[in-house]
């Protein structure tokens, strides 16, 4: 059942371009039995590196965004495949560097806000509770909706960007109240301190869920960077958009959020994901932190540990522009770019093409980049605590204890 | 034999059908240059989609193949049309934006390769 404005866009009368959005949206409709479509607070959009997109990509979106389209809601952006500014002395290839601007700039054509982050939620795409939107992007998507409470499926960033333009999606999956529900209880026997293992957990949750939705017991306390990881390794080791996690986000204050006969599982240690995500590997040529990009907490944290140090291997810090722009505000950058590192804006390591810049080893605090690396960007990798991390950039190696 | 289905793109297209029982992916599995399938160990191997009426149970694979099917539109290696069992995702989208005639919720056994396949909306007439 459409409304008479989306019958308008699906039969042209508002453009070729928004004609074209609509029928994504109806297919996609379809598809998952939709019943109606709903309107959308916010869009965020997938599909911007160049290594990723490709020539076929980059086609596409200059040719819709010479149809004259244009977004009607907030709309931001996922990390290009390079700092938009310092690409050349960071090593990206002239080439690399003129069609990811072409890219950026034809979404920039269409409205849509050249953030180039995997955290919109960070730096103002903050939906509230119980609000639609369409996003892309799995660690933005299930923090979306398990962390802030809002609402959205796992959009491809094609069909984010269609809703951006009519203003709708089709009302099915994580929208739906039913589908909210978990379908697993995991119960955490052990400790899970910081950003490494919050992410290890997530990555055991996601190997056993697949795309249903867990909830979790038996933590205590969790910071917002810690659920950033956990939920980022989740929706990469596995296909889940939406976890609960009990008293601590907001879906579990409000009601019970289990099915009937939810599958109980118990996860006693995470071991088992440290062992699968450590290559075997001394040397590290590259420290990545910021995968799904930093907070300026984070940053802080690394700028307080190598203040007055140096580093031998390189430390990329991979955040937002806008935390970037905080950073600096805050003296941050100076002490990280006095001990060698560097703070880089709008991509991270997974979206770069990285073998072009010569990296082979690299150590994260992230399970989800530590999750995808290895296969994305044929790198051998080492995951471990923020501390190990820094201990590494600082020595060159990395050391098993 | 006309068969009914569900649109996914509206559209008219004829030709020779080419039918896949296993599901296809479009990144890695076809070269848009040439619209030869090259999935090693997939039944089309070697046989191009280019003109046909590509008859598969479902596409599979990464997203990006979504932008594979709009170039290969662009490079005229495009299929005719597509016929699926069940449309996920990358296919739906990519029909839609590379405007070919895209139908679902079709048996896909009662179609063989060969076979002079004429879409019409929601229609598909087999050797009619």
Redesign the interface.
């Known amino acids: 059942m459409l409304t008479k404005e989306e019958e308008a866009m699906l039969n042209g009368e508002m453009g070729e371009g928004v004609q074209k959005a609509m029928e994504i949206i109806v297919a996609l409709g379809k598809i998952y039995n939709a019943k109606e479509l709903i309107k959308v607070e916010s869009a965020h959009i997938s599909g911007v590196s160049y290594k990723n997109l490709g020539d076929e990509g980059l086609e596409f979106l200059e040719e819709f965004a010479s149809m004259g389209v244009k977004t009607i809601v907030e709309a931001t952006l996922n990390p290009a495949g390079m700092d938009m500014e310092s690409w050349e002395e960071l090593g990206f290839s002239r080439e690399f560097a003129e069609k990811q601007t072409r890219i950026v700039k034809a979404y920039e054509r269409m409205g849509v806000k050249a953030t180039c982050t995997c955290t919109p939620y960070l730096i103002g795409n903050k939906p509230k509770f119980g609000q639609h939107i369409a996003w892309s992007e799995s660690s933005a998507i299930i923090y979306a909706n398990s962390i802030l409470g809002a609402r959205t499926n796992r959009e491809s960033g094609i069909s984010a960007l269609a809703s951006a333009i009519t203003g709708r999606t089709a009302k099915y999956g994580l929208h739906l109240d039913e589908n909210r529900l978990a379908d697993y209880i995991v119960k955490v026997k052990c400790d899970v301190k910081g950003v490494s293992d919050f992410g290890a957990l997530g990555y055991l949750i996601g190997k056993i869920v697949g795309d249903k939705v867990p909830y979790i017991t038996g933590i205590k306390i969790a910071d917002l960077d810690e659920l950033k990881a956990l939920g980022a390794s989740m929706a990469a080791s596995g296909a889940v958009g939406l976890f609960h996690m009990e008293n601590i986000t907001p879906e579990t204050k409000i009601k019970k959020m289990i099915k009937d006969h939810a599958e109980e599982i118990e996860i006693e240690n995470l071991k088992e994901a440290y062992e699968t995500l450590n290559y075997d590997i001394r040397e590290i040529d590259v420290v990545s932190i910021g995968c799904p990009h930093a907070s300026i907490e984070e940053i802080r944290k690394v700028a307080y540990m190598i203040k007055g140090r140096k580093v031998k291997s390189q430390l990329w810090i991979t955040t937002s522009r806008r935390i970037y722009d905080e950073a600096k505000r805050q003296g941050l950058l100076e002490i990280i770019n006095e001990a060698g590192g560097k703070v880089i804006r709008d991509t991270c390591i997974v979206v770069a093409p990285i073998e072009e810049l010569g990296f082979k080893t690299l150590a994260t605090n992230s399970a989800k980049m530590a999750t995808l690396s290895p296969s994305h960007s044929k790198v051998k990798v080492r995951f471990g605590s923020l501390e190990d991390c820094i201990k590494a950039a600082l020595s060159g190696v990395w050391n098993d204890n | 034999m006309i068969i009914k289905g569900?649109i996914?793109?509206e559209g008219e297209a004829e030709g020779e059908a080419l039918v896949s029982t296993k599901p296809i992916a479009f990144l890695g599995g076809i070269n848009?240059k040439t619209g030869i399938v090259i999935e090693r160990g997939h039944p089309l191997e070697g046989e191009s989609v280019s003109g046909k009426i590509l008859v598969f149970p479902h596409g599979k694979g990464s997203?990006?193949g979504?932008?594979?099917i709009?170039?290969m539109k662009?490079l005229n290696t495009a299929p005719a049309a597509i016929i699926n069992e069940y449309?996920?995702?990358?296919v739906?989208?990519g029909a839609?934006?590379a405007n070919i005639p895209c139908v679902d919720m079709v048996d896909i056994s009662k179609i063989k390769s060969g076979d002079f396949v004429r879409v019409k909306g929601d229609t598909i007439y087999v050797n009619e």
Not at chain 2, 87 to 90: F, G, H, L
């Open positions: 569900r996914i793109k848009p997203t990006v979504t932008y594979i709009y170039r662009k449309c996920e995702p990358i739906a989208v839609i934006i």
